[in-house]
C-alpha cells in the first residue's frame, strides 16, 4: 500500500525536527509539504529531498493549512503528519502490508511523546487518525489543534509514531503561549454544558496546574521516566499554568 500513500506535513521554522521526519519517509514517491514562509534553513532541508513539494501558504488556521494540502495531492489515500512526528519501523512494515482497496476509509493510532529523543512510558497524547482516504476527508479546527472528519469506517494501527519535538524552549514557548491564547478563546466562549471535564477544570483556573502535574507524573506513570519523565510533567503545568494566567487576564480585561 505505500506506494498509493502521500504523506502530508506543515511546516514553519522546523529545521531542528523536519530531517528526522524526513528520513523515515524515503519509501513515499511524494512528499507533500504546506509551509507558512519558514525564515530558519526548513526550505534548504525541504528542497534538498527530491520527492518533497513544497507549497507556501501564509497561516490562517491548521485545518485550511491542511485543507489546502489535500488539494495538492493526487493519490488515494494519504498520511498526515506534524514535522515533528517519527515513523518507527513497526509502523511502516504495518503500512506495507495494509490493503488499499478495503471498506475501511481512516486508521487511527497512538503516539509515544519523547523528551530529547527519549520515549516515555506514558503521556497525554490521544490516539489521532493519521492515514485516510482522500476523497472522505476534510479538515476542522477545534481550539488550537485541528481534526479531520474522514467518511466511513474507521480502523486502527498496532505502530506507534513518535512525537519527537527538538526545538529550542523559547521556540516552544512561544508555540504554547499561541495556543494558549487559542484555547482560551474556545473555553470562555463555549457553554459550561459543552465543554469537556477537562476544560472545565481548566476554567476555574487554580486546581489545573497542579492536577496535571501529579497526573503526567503519578497516574501517567512518568515517574518512571526519571528526569525526562519530572521533565514532561513540569512541561505540561508550565503550559496550563500559562493558560490559567491567561484565562485569568481574559476575565479581567474583559469587565
Same mark, same amino acid.
Request: proline content about 3%; overall charge positive.
Given at each position: 500500500?505505500?506506494?498509493?500513500?502521500?504523506?502530508?506535513?506543515?511546516? &514553519?521554522?522546523?529545521?531542528?525536527?523536519?530531517?528526522?521526519?524526513?528520513?523515515?519517509?524515503? #519509501?513515499?514517491?511524494?512528499?507533500?509539504?504546506?509551509?507558512?514562509?519558514?525564515?530558519?534553513?526548513?526550505?534548504?532541508?525541504?528542497?534538498?529531498?527530491?520527492?518533497?513539494?513544497?507549497?507556501?501558504?501564509?497561516?490562517?488556521?491548521?485545518?485550511?493549512?491542511?485543507? !489546502?494540502?489535500?488539494?495538492?495531492?493526487? @493519490?488515494?489515500?494519504?498520511?498526515?503528519?506534524?514535522?515533528? &512526528?517519527?515513523?518507527?519501523?513497526?509502523? *511502516?512494515?504495518?503500512?506495507?502490508?495494509? =490493503?488499499?482497496?478495503?471498506?475501511?476509509?481512516?486508521?487511527?493510532?497512538?503516539?509515544?511523546?519523547?523528551?530529547?529523543?527519549?520515549?516515555?512510558?506514558?503521556?497525554?497524547?490521544?490516539?489521532?487518525?493519521?492515514? &485516510?482516504?482522500? /476523497?472522505?476527508?476534510?479538515?476542522?479546527?477545534?481550539?488550537?489543534?485541528? %481534526?479531520? +472528519?474522514?467518511?466511513?469506517? @474507521?480502523?486502527?494501527? +498496532? @505502530?506507534? *509514531?513518535?512525537?519527537?519535538? %527538538?526545538?529550542?524552549?523559547?521556540? #516552544?514557548? #512561544?508555540?504554547?503561549? %499561541?495556543?494558549?491564547?487559542?484555547?482560551?478563546?474556545? *473555553?470562555?466562549?463555549?457553554?459550561?454544558?459543552?465543554? +469537556?471535564?477537562?476544560?472545565?477544570?481548566?476554567? =476555574?483556573? *487554580?486546581?489545573?496546574?497542579?492536577?496535571?502535574?501529579? &497526573?503526567?507524573?503519578?497516574?501517567?506513570?512518568?515517574?518512571?521516566?526519571? #528526569?525526562?519523565?519530572?521533565? !514532561?510533567?513540569?512541561?505540561?503545568?508550565?503550559?496550563?499554568?500559562?493558560? @490559567?494566567?491567561?484565562?485569568? /487576564?481574559?476575565?479581567?480585561?474583559?469587565?
Amino acid at each position: 500500500m505505500l506506494d498509493k500513500i502521500t504523506p502530508l506535513i506543515l511546516t &514553519y521554522n522546523e529545521a531542528p525536527n523536519i530531517h528526522r521526519t524526513l528520513q523515515c519517509l524515503t #519509501w513515499a514517491k511524494t512528499i507533500v509539504v504546506i509551509d507558512s514562509y519558514s525564515t530558519d534553513k526548513t526550505l534548504e532541508i525541504l528542497y534538498s529531498t527530491p520527492q518533497v513539494k513544497v507549497f507556501q501558504r501564509k497561516f490562517d488556521s491548521f485545518a485550511a493549512q491542511c485543507n !489546502y494540502g489535500l488539494g495538492k495531492i493526487s @493519490s488515494q489515500w494519504v498520511l498526515s503528519l506534524d514535522a515533528d &512526528y517519527v515513523l518507527t519501523d513497526e509502523l *511502516i512494515e504495518e503500512l506495507k502490508v495494509l =490493503q488499499a482497496e478495503t471498506e475501511v476509509s481512516s486508521y487511527s493510532l497512538k503516539f509515544k511523546y519523547c523528551v530529547f529523543g527519549k520515549p516515555l512510558y506514558n503521556t497525554l497524547l490521544p490516539p489521532r487518525t493519521v492515514l &485516510y482516504r482522500k /476523497e472522505n476527508a476534510v479538515y476542522k479546527d477545534d481550539g488550537h489543534a485541528h %481534526r479531520v +472528519s474522514v467518511k466511513g469506517e @474507521s480502523g486502527k494501527l +498496532s @505502530s506507534y *509514531i513518535h512525537h519527537d519535538d %527538538r526545538k529550542s524552549l523559547t521556540r #516552544w514557548l #512561544w508555540a504554547q503561549d %499561541r495556543y494558549v491564547a487559542i484555547e482560551v478563546k474556545k *473555553i470562555t466562549s463555549t457553554s459550561n454544558n459543552e465543554l +469537556s471535564l477537562s476544560d472545565r477544570i481548566r476554567k =476555574q483556573k *487554580i486546581l489545573a496546574p497542579l492536577i496535571i502535574f501529579f &497526573y503526567c507524573l503519578i497516574f501517567k506513570g512518568g515517574i518512571f521516566d526519571g #528526569w525526562h519523565g519530572w521533565y !514532561y510533567a513540569f512541561q505540561r503545568m508550565l503550559v496550563e499554568t500559562l493558560l @490559567s494566567i491567561r484565562l485569568i /487576564e481574559f476575565e479581567k480585561l474583559d469587565k
